[in-house]
Every structure is written in structure tokens, then in C-alpha cells.
């Protein structure tokens, strides 16, 4: 059922009417004369309650189209921030740390410093080479940054961060509270 509707008339001065129609005919979403003043009454309406005023449907159709090319650029920008981050990592990455991150890695005790199995590994390596030694230690059994950069013979600074690296991005490399990293199985 369709909704009644009620005519109003206006009168206004010869030069006011030109005016009005010039807008509406430069306003795309004004449809005819009468749009305009449907929406002009609308919005003064809403103006004086600070409601949202009731605009026409091509201003819904103008909505949509800012909505979709917000739409568009926001994945647009999700595009170049990935390829921003692969560009940053290209040129911060320094060639010698991911060297260094696969020899330290093959260094990496298998059981947490300090803990009980690993107390028992180095007993065990400790009563085959004589006790109270540590030759028969397997290089970085400590897993300390340091015992690291010695027994690679590198700058410790470069030892640390490739350590750090290896426990920011792989899940089984793990770090104590004291700075050990060691491999979790």
C-alpha cells in the first residue's frame, strides 16, 4: 500500500525560484525541485534535533561508492604495507646474522642450562672425558651468547643477535630468564 501524500505550495519571488533551480540542477542527487525542497526542509529539521537528515537515494547510491573505494584503497594499502615490510626486511637484514643464525642453531643445547637433564648430560660427558672437565663438552653447551662467540670465533654483538633472532622466529628455540637459549623438543 503505497503512502498518501499531500501537496504544499510554495510561492516565492521570480529570482529565488531561478536560483533554486539552478542548484538543483547542478546537484545530481536532487532529482527535481521538489526533491530539493524535501531534502532542504529534511535537513533543517534534523539540523535543529541533531538527527541524521533524510536524504535522497542518490545520495545512498554516493555513500556506496565512497564506501567501496574505501574499501578498495584500505586493501590497497594493506598491499603496500606487505611489500614495505618484504622491502625493510631485504635491506635490514644483515647476510652475516642469518649465516650466524644456522651455526649457532647447530650449537644449541638440547635440554634447558641448569635444568636436571641437562645437569645429567653434562655428567654423563663430564665421567667419559674426567670429571671436573670440560673438554669433552660439546662447544656452547652452556647456551650462552657468549660460549657461542667463542666457540665460533665472532664478535659476541653478532652472536647476540643472531640467538635472538633464532628465539624471535622459531617456535623451538627458546630463552631462560639468565640469556640461555636452548632447543625445546
Do not use: C
Not at 545520495?59 to 561508492?65: C, F, G, Q, T, Y
Amino acid at each position: 500500500m503505497s503512502e498518501k501524500t499531500k501537496r504544499v505550495n510554495l510561492a516565492v519571488s521570480e529570482e529565488k525560484k531561478q536560483r533554486w533551480e539552478e542548484y538543483q540542477q547542478n546537484d545530481p542527487e536532487l532529482q527535481s525541485m521538489a526533491d530539493l525542497v524535501r531534502t532542504a526542509v529534511e535537513r533543517e529539521i534534523a539540523r535543529d534535533s541533531q538527527e541524521t537528515p533524510v536524504e535522497s537515494g542518490a545520495s545512498d547510491r554516493k555513500v556506496a561508492e565512497v564506501l567501496d573505494e574505501v574499501t578498495r584503497l584500505s586493501d590497497q594499502m594493506r598491499s603496500f604495507e606487505g611489500r614495505l615490510k618484504n622491502i625493510e626486511d631485504q635491506t635490514t637484514t644483515n647476510p652475516e646474522i642469518e649465516r650466524l643464525k644456522g651455526e649457532v642453531y647447530d650449537l644449541l643445547p638440547d635440554e634447558k642450562p641448569g635444568t636436571e637433564g641437562w645437569e645429567d648430560e653434562v655428567y654423563t660427558i663430564n665421567k667419559a672425558s674426567g670429571e671436573g672437565t670440560t673438554e669433552g663438552m660439546p662447544d656452547g653447551w652452556e647456551g650462552t651468547p657468549d660460549a657461542f662467540a667463542d666457540a665460533l670465533s665472532e664478535p659476541i654483538h653478532l652472536v647476540e643477535e643472531a640467538a635472538e633472532k633464532l628465539h624471535s622466529e622459531s617456535r623451538s628455540v627458546l630463552k631462560t630468564e639468565d640469556g640461555e637459549y636452548y632447543i625445546h623438543r
